[in-house]
């Protein structure tokens, strides 16, 4: 069973850089066919989906957001991170990391199967 804990920093300025971590435990990151995910929901609004890294290593990322966003995996500590740059008031919202075991690269909220309890980021001065 797949278990996903995600830490972020809360409050942070515009233009800055979001940096929040998501922890995996219940098996190895690379496990096979595993993609791990950033879904972020906006105060009053649905979920989007941000990007995905996949168990080789490959990302792909929302077109509207993949000037400013990065996402990796550190396989010896079993954890995902995010990095977004040039942080806007209008990217607060409640970070959730999430995983899913597909024959294909899962785009939409729905597809995917685990998700951890979520991190609040506000953006504001």
């Known amino acids: 069973q797949v278990q996903l804990q995600e830490s972020g920093p809360g409050l942070v300025k515009p233009s800055q850089t979001l940096s929040p971590t998501c922890a995996v435990s219940?098996?190895?990151?690379?496990?096979?066919?595993?993609?791990w995910s950033w879904i972020r929901q906006p105060p009053g609004k649905g979920l989007e989906w941000m990007g995905v890294?996949?168990?080789?290593?490959?990302?792909y990322y929302s077109p509207s957001l993949k000037s400013r966003t990065y996402i990796s995996v550190e396989t010896s500590k079993d954890t995902m991170s995010l990095q977004m740059n040039s942080l806007k008031p209008e990217d607060t919202a409640v970070y959730y990391c999430?995983?899913?075991?597909?024959?294909?690269?899962?785009?939409?909220?729905?597809?995917?199967?685990?998700w951890g309890q979520g991190t609040q980021v506000t953006v504001s001065s």
């Open positions: 219940g098996g190895p990151i690379t496990r096979e066919y595993y993609t």
């Open positions: 890294i996949a168990y080789d290593g490959n990302a």
């Open positions: 999430a995983a899913a075991s597909r024959d294909h690269i899962p785009y939409e909220p729905g597809e995917y199967d685990y």
